[in-house]
């Protein structure tokens, strides 16, 4: 019930539209969007992916995360991962299974529901308050597994980029490095602040460098 009433209230082109709500004494059906295609999961089953399409997924997914984070009551989606992802025919995507999402409440301490899944989560999605910085680390976790074709390991250390296909740039990698931090506070701090950079990574790499001098 909460996922169809958050989800009957958005309409954006990546994600799914409720057509109809069947409420009856034993069932609760919901009709919705047939989307055709595979999950990103399932795609990543011949490896890792382009480094063009991974941008254009990625930009795809900051688009529609920055929508739901912009809601009057911001929606945390709280479960960025491939399995969740599914690419269209034509190519673009739609973000699917919103079991845990959830509206923010700036004066709550902590979540009351399930948590995301391991790997993806943040540090903060298992012991306290999540936000819209929670969706850009597993967004970035997501880039990760798609550029490298590992899977994330929870409680284990995010190994850049670069050390596992070196002809990935800079730039990619200082922008994931950015999402991935295990502090919310060094991340970026919306999506729209990593929009730019995925638009131009060029820049990223060079000031990556001019940090590392």
């Avoid at 919310?184 to 790499?205: F, I, K, T, W």
Wanted: hydrophobic share 35%; glycine share 8%.
């Amino acid at each position: 019930v909460v996922e169809t009433g958050m989800l009957k209230k958005l309409n954006h082109p990546y994600l799914p539209s409720i057509i109809d709500v069947i409420d009856t004494e034993d069932s609760f059906l919901i009709v919705m969007d047939y989307i055709e295609g595979k999950s990103l999961q399932s795609v990543l089953k011949n490896g890792a992916q382009p480094y063009e399409l991974v941008i254009k997924w990625a930009m795809q997914l900051c688009d529609v995360l920055g929508y739901l984070h912009g809601q009057k009551k911001p929606i945390i989606y709280r479960d960025m991962k491939p399995g969740n992802v599914m690419l269209k025919p034509e190519g673009n995507i739609k973000i699917i299974d919103f079991g845990i999402a959830r509206e923010y409440k700036e004066h709550s301490t902590q979540d009351t529901t399930v948590l995301g899944t391991k790997g993806y989560a943040p540090p903060e999605q298992y012991t306290g308050q999540t936000d819209a910085r929670s969706d850009i680390f597993a967004l970035g976790v997501t880039m990760h597994q798609l550029l490298t074709g590992v899977v994330p390991q929870s409680g284990e250390p995010i190994i850049p980029v670069r050390q596992w296909d070196h002809n990935l740039s800079e730039g990619i990698e200082a922008i994931i490095n950015k999402c991935v931090e295990p502090a919310a506070e060094n991340r970026y701090q919306n999506c729209s602040e990593l929009m730019y950079d995925l638009q131009h990574p060029e820049l990223v790499g060079r000031n990556h460098k001019r940090k590392q001098k």
